[in-house]
Every structure is written in structure tokens, then in C-alpha cells.
């Protein structure tokens, strides 16, 4: 995890993101248990209160859950519901900029795919 005081997103939206990253690449697997409130709060010299909240916002999302005296665990499903909730904000953060731009450089949508393609060509050339 990598948290960054000095950037305007709140840390306990960073937490949150960071543990759903880690998630959602297997880091935790489902079923599992997650670092507790206090190893993440002297990992990072940060609040308790701030850990709790960031992990409070996954428990909202049912991605993860507490079992009474054991800690946080991974949610069943978790990855799934993360992978759903990235795709919806995919077209959001991405594809409608993109679209964006193409359109103010006179891009045709052939244009646009004939670049994705390549991008993906270059990526399996490049592993």
C-alpha cells in the first residue's frame, strides 16, 4: 500500500482504494483476512479512526466484512463486484475523454480503433 499525505484525495479514500486494489490483484484473496485498523494505522503513522473509516467504506460496498473478535476478512465475491464496479467507471474516466479528444482532433472512430489496436499490439510485443 502506498498512501500519500500530500495529495487533496482523503486518506481514508486512499486506504479504501488501496485495500480494494490489493483485493481485487489477489493480494488478499476472498476469505481471507486483511490487515487490521492499528497495522495499518502504525504502517502508515495514521489515525486509527481514519484506517477504520477507509475500511468502513468497503464494508458499505460489501467488499469486506468483520467476523466479532477475528478482524476484517475478504467478502466472497469481492473481486467480481470490484471488477463490475471498475468496468462502470471505466467509461466514465476513460472512454468518454477519449472520445472527447478524438472528436476535437476530427478523429474518425476507425481512427480510434486503429490506435487501441495498435496499443494492444504493442503491449503483447512488448511481454
Known amino acids: 500500500m502506498n498512501i500519500n499525505p500530500n495529495i487533496e484525495k482523503p ?45 468502513n467504506l468497503l464494508v458499505g460496498d460489501e467488499i469486506i466484512y468483520k467476523k466479532r473478535g477475528l478482524g476484517m476478512f475478504v467478502k466472497e465475491g469481492a473481486v467480481e463486484k470490484i471488477r463490475r464496479k471498475r468496468q462502470g467507471q471505466f467509461y466514465d474516466q476513460f472512454i468518454a475523454s477519449l472520445i472527447d479528444e478524438a472528436g476535437k482532433l476530427h478523429m474518425t472512430k476507425e481512427e480510434v480503433i486503429t490506435l487501441i489496436e495498435r496499443g494492444y499490439e504493442n503491449e503483447r510485443n512488448s511481454n
Open 11 to 55: 486518506i481514508f479514500i486512499q486506504i479504501a482504494e488501496q485495500l480494494e486494489d490489493s483485493i481485487f490483484t489477489g493480494v488478499y484473496p476472498e476469505e481471507t483476512k486483511v490487515p487490521s485498523t492499528n497495522e495499518i494505522s502504525a504502517l502508515f503513522s495514521i489515525n486509527p479512526h481514519t484506517v477504520l473509516k477507509g475500511m
